[in-house]
Structure formats: structure tokens, C-alpha cells
């Protein structure tokens, strides 16, 4: 039996590495936590930046109803009979593989093996077994642990010459179990082995007195295409499904396909619209939203030169650009003022100067007026579109005429008023 300094390996300490010193001694205990400092950065890789399961390329440990009593297959998938080419999973980052396809009954572990009672005496672990037939599931599962090998059971540890071992070795064990249920053990079970990982395979219908497991009574429960490549490749389709803004497809993406700016709303369909609220440009910029929900926005057109452009939406999830145009197309020239008919258009038709007079009309409002009795400036106290309120200013007595002008145009009055 290997003679080992106890475990010195402790990860909450962060230790990294091991450094050797001058003129002291080397103990087993430094060289093995060394070893057990990169082991746990390699395993604490795997485990969480890689996963449980089985990798790209490899269909292992599979487990294959036949029909069997009281058994099943657990397939290679298709794996060579080397190391790098085996049937291969990754389990609380640890790998462990298989050449060739075996038995559940026929594991050494298992109670109809020969032996199988002194070897899990050996090994500190119960004997594999499987439950009697009855109405239920069960869980088939990895158990997966580490452990120091004997020369007794290796004897080329033994170093020819010197008639002893050197450096011992550990071994890593797996054998495929199953307990009732569909979950694997956890801390409390009774079947929970401190220091042992489980990663799930498969789930087996059972029937009452039934003991043979068919292809239909096995549900495979493996993770398969383990590779960052391949989580990644499934991270952006589910990024594609969930969170990026898309379009519908062309010609459908938006209606109209035409409008004015600042006068006509466009409806925009696609989906994912409403990952955060959604940035709507057409071309380079922004357009107001009026409203939007995950597979329509409303906006308005925003002022921008007259033309063809893309629509762009923006959300947390990304951004999307239309493929379809939306053609911008000059605002028409603003209307210009009018009067009222005669003789409405405007009261009273006499005053003095600061007699406060009302004109009618329609388009009065566009920009800020400004109002002529005569050639004299006047002072507006208020307008609307179709109204002004103004005030006549000091100019002589007599007969004129009103005059308004906005930026769309000046408009004269038919009517005369009379200054007093």
C-alpha cells in the first residue's frame, strides 16, 4: 500500500502554485499539491466554462433498451478503442471514456458478477444492483470517482530491480448505476457517496412484473455537442430567437412604404421589438416611437432630407436594419393665409388706436404672423389658425386695409377699416 503524506491540498487557500527553495528538503506532500492546485484549475474549467455531458462528435454512454431482463446497453456511440478516441463525458469536469459497448449486468460492480462483493469491499462503494419490476421510473446514471491503485492490483508499479514501487497512481473509477426516481443523488441520500460525481444518462420506465427494458421505456437525458463551439453556435440561435430585433420578412417589413415627415406614422413588424424600448432611426435619425409591443412599432417619420433609406431598430438584444426602403418624401409648401369671406373678415370694422380688433381666416398660424393696418405695424395680442387678436396702433384716421404674413405668404384684406 502506497505510504502518502496526508492531503495538504486545500482551494480556499487560492494557492496556485508550488515554488521549490534552496537547501530544503522536498516532501511527496509538495509534489502532489502541486498536482492537486492544476488538477482543480482543470477541473474547475471544465465544470464551469464547459459543462457535464457528452462532446461533439461522440454519441457515448448511451443507454439502448433491447429488450434485456433486468438490463441494458450502454453504447461506446461509435468511439475507437484509444484514449483520444473513445467514447468520451465530461462530469464535474473529470473525463472519463469507454472503448466498446457493455451490459449493465455485466459491470464487475454488479451483483451477478463473481467477485462483485470483495471488489466493492475493495473499493469502498456498494455493489450495482437493479430494482424489482414495479410501476415507476428510474434514474440510470454515472457515478464517477478517483482512488489510489495498489501493485497488487498493477504490478508494473513495482520497479523491476529495486522490488518496489515508486510515485503511486490514481485511478479514475465510473460505473453506471440507477436508483428509483428521475433525479441522481444528493447529500442526505443514502445512496450519495461523498467525493463521487453523477451525472444523469437516462430515464427508464418500469412496469409492474415487467422486466424487460425496451428502446421505448429508455429516455435519454444526455447532454450531447459539448464544445464551447457548439454552445456558442446555440447561444446565437437562441440569441436569435429571444433577444435580436428582426424584421419579417421582405416586402412585409413596414407600412407604408412612403410618407411625409413629422405628419405620417409607419408601423414596422418583425418580432422581439420589445426586448428594452426600441431606438427607431430611418437612415441616420432618430424617430419618435409612439408605440410598440414585441412584434410591431409605430413611429412617426422624422425631418429628414427627402429620399430612399433603411430603418433601423436598436434594442438591448441588438440591432436590426431593414432590407426594404422607405422612400422620405418632401413636406409640402406650408399653406398660405386667407381671410374670411367679405364681410367677416374681421370686427369691429371701426376704432381708434389701441382698439383691440378680431381677424378671421384660416392658416394664420403658420410661424408667427405679423399684422399691417395699412404700412403700420400692429401688436398681436394672441392667434390661433383661424383667428388673430390684435390691437390698431397709432395711424392716421381714415379708410385702410389689413394686412397678415406668415412664412407661408401675406394675405390683404378686401375689406377696409376705418381709423377714427
Not at 437493479?130 to 434514474?139: D, F, I, K
Not at 437612415?283 to 408605440?291: I, L, N
Request: charged share 15%.
Amino acid at each position: 500500500m502506497a505510504v502518502i503524506s496526508p492531503n495538504s491540498f486545500d482551494p480556499l487557500k487560492r494557492y496556485v502554485g508550488v515554488r521549490l527553495q534552496q537547501g530544503v528538503p522536498i516532501a511527496d506532500r509538495d509534489w502532489n499539491e502541486l498536482e492537486d492546485i492544476l488538477k482543480f484549475e482543470q477541473r474547475a474549467f471544465l465544470r464551469w466554462f464547459i459543462g457535464n455531458g457528452i462532446p461533439e462528435g461522440s454519441n457515448a454512454f448511451r443507454i439502448i433498451g433491447s429488450g434485456l431482463t433486468n438490463d441494458f446497453t450502454i453504447s461506446v456511440g461509435g468511439g475507437g478503442s484509444d484514449g483520444l478516441s473513445a467514447g468520451r463525458c465530461l462530469v464535474d469536469g473529470m473525463s472519463v471514456f469507454i472503448t466498446s459497448d457493455f451490459t449493465f449486468a455485466s459491470q464487475p460492480l454488479h451483483v451477478s458478477q463473481a467477485g462483485s462483493t470483495a471488489l466493492a469491499a475493495a473499493l469502498g462503494v456498494p455493489r450495482i444492483d437493479m430494482p424489482a419490476p414495479v410501476a415507476g421510473t428510474l434514474a440510470a446514471y454515472l457515478d464517477v470517482w478517483e482512488r489510489l491503485v495498489t501493485p497488487a492490483e498493477d504490478p508494473s508499479l513495482v520497479l523491476p530491480g529495486l522490488g518496489t514501487e515508486s510515485c503511486a497512481r490514481v485511478k479514475r473509477e465510473l460505473a453506471v448505476r440507477v436508483r428509483s426516481g428521475t433525479t441522481l443523488p444528493i447529500l442526505g441520500d443514502a445512496d450519495f457517496l461523498p467525493s463521487h460525481s453523477y451525472y444523469l444518462l437516462a430515464t427508464i420506465a418500469r412496469r409492474n412484473g415487467d422486466p424487460l427494458i425496451n428502446a421505448a421505456d429508455v429516455g435519454d437525458r444526455r447532454q450531447t455537442r459539448l464544445t464551447m463551439a457548439a454552445l456558442e453556435q446555440r447561444m446565437r440561435i437562441l440569441e436569435r430567437l429571444v433577444l435580436i430585433p428582426v424584421f419579417a420578412p421582405s416586402p412585409n417589413q413596414f407600412s407604408p412604404k412612403i410618407g411625409v415627415p413629422e405628419v405620417n406614422n409607419v408601423t414596422l413588424f418583425g418580432s422581439n421589438f420589445n426586448v428594452s424600448p426600441p431606438v427607431v432611426q430611418f437612415g441616420a435619425t432618430e424617430a419618435d416611437v409612439v408605440s410598440f409591443t414585441a412584434t410591431q412599432i409605430v413611429a412617426t417619420v422624422p425631418t429628414t432630407p427627402a429620399g430612399a433609406v433603411k430603418i433601423t431598430v436598436q434594442t438591448s438584444g441588438g440591432t436590426v436594419t431593414s432590407d426594404d426602403n422607405f422612400t422620405i418624401l418632401a413636406p409640402p409648401p406650408p399653406t398660405p393665409p386667407t381671410f374670411a369671406a367679405s364681410p367677416n373678415q374681421f370686427t369691429p370694422k371701426v376704432g381708434a388706436a389701441d382698439t383691440n380688433v378680431t381677424l378671421f381666416g384660416s392658416n394664420l398660424n403658420v410661424g408667427v404672423p405679423a399684422v399691417r393696418f395699412g404700412a403700420v405695424n400692429a401688436e398681436i395680442v394672441s392667434f390661433t389658425a383661424t383667428q388673430i387678436l390684435t390691437r390698431v396702433p397709432e395711424i392716421a384716421s381714415g379708410a385702410t386695409k389689413i394686412t397678415v404674413q406668415t412664412t407661408s405668404g401675406t394675405v390683404i384684406s378686401d375689406d377696409n377699416f376705418t381709423v377714427l
